[in-house]
């Protein structure tokens, strides 16, 4: 008959569950034991090295929002620029990802695109005269981005440093004994 206590409703409750996953989330990502000194420099070296290449997207994006950040105030033409080239730079990422065969794409090695797009990104920042906004949005992105990639240890290893594999046969656990 009559219900005397309080009840969530559906989208009630989904907002509650979201914002649980996404405190867990943010748990995760700000553990503690994710962040360590390296031993010495060589596994600085190594660490830093295998953060680049497994974040390089991560870290584009945040030099990217930095760029994009002190362009806002006063180089606007400057900001429209630099979406416009990044609109299409996006594009063809994703024609990459539609059509990985294609032979167009194929010819031309996505490294090669990358800095024909850099190359043109730095000179409408120039003509705009907005280039004092990259090298200073560099000068604050950069130490970052090191900082990041040097202290950033992996999630499995639990806060320890992973020996250091000495055979080639060592590394590959999926292989079958012969």
Do not use: W
Not at 23 to 42: E, I
Not at 58 to 84: D, E, K, W
Not at 104 to 132: E, P
Request: aromatic content about 8%; hydrophobic content about 55%.
């Amino acid at each position: 008959m009559a219900e005397y206590g309080a009840k969530l409703r559906p989208a009630a409750a989904a907002i509650v569950s979201r914002a649980r996953s996404t405190g867990k989330a943010l748990t995760k990502f700000a553990r503690p034991r994710s962040f360590s000194v390296p031993h010495d420099a060589d596994a600085g070296a190594i660490r830093t090295v295998r953060n680049l290449i497994h974040f390089r997207l991560y870290y584009t994006v945040f030099l990217y929002v930095i760029l994009l950040s002190s362009l806002v105030p006063r180089r606007r033409a400057a900001m429209v620029c630099l979406m416009a080239t990044s609109k299409v730079a996006a594009s063809y990422a994703g024609l990459l990802k539609a059509f990985p065969n294609s032979a167009v794409l194929r010819f031309v090695d996505r490294r090669l695109v990358a800095a024909l797009f850099l190359i043109v990104i730095v000179v409408q920042l120039v003509l705009t005269r907005a280039l004092k906004h990259l090298l200073i949005s560099m000068a604050v992105g950069v130490p970052i981005v090191f900082a990041h990639a040097v202290f950033r240890a992996r999630d499995d290893l639990a806060g320890e440093e992973a020996e250091t594999i000495v055979d080639k046969k060592d590394a590959d656990l999926e292989s079958q004994p012969q």
